[in-house]
């Protein structure tokens, strides 16, 4: 027994399957204005209201998602065998500044100038 490499007690242990993040099943006004300001929507209390049924048909639709057994799935990147036709990275003739700049709205003769997201400046 002396000469026994040691065991490691995580090789003994059965694998378990990784558990699936718990998904509300009922959404309350907060959640539906929470997600309607993260997309940046101004929307009325009558809105908010009838968008709670909705949001929670989506969250009933992943949690159902989330039940399927997929450890025995391979992950995949597309669904279908893709072959992307991908021509050789080189060095070419570029747009000269001024005649990239000569279609923009605004500008400061270096880059291009845009306006700041509502909420973010």
């Keep these: ?15 378990t399957a990784p558990t699936a993040p718990t998904v509300p099943t009922v959404p309350t006004m907060v959640d539906v204005s929470h997600v309607a300001r993260l997309a940046r929507l101004a929307l009325s209390p009558d809105e908010l209201r009838a968008l ?7 969250l009933a639709y992943v949690a159902e998602l989330q039940a399927v057994d997929v450890t025995h799935v391979a992950p995949l990147v597309h669904p ?42």
């Design 1 to 15: 027994m002396a000469n026994e490499p040691p065991t490691d007690p995580a090789a003994t242990r059965a694998p």
């Design 52 to 58: 709670e049924g909705d949001l929670a048909k989506i």
């Design 80 to 121: 279908t065998p893709f072959v992307a036709p991908l021509r050789a990275d080189l060095p070419g003739p570029t747009l000269d500044r001024a005649r990239a700049l000569a279609g923009a709205p605004e500008h400061d003769d270096q880059s291009f100038l845009v306006p700041t997201p509502k909420g973010l400046g």
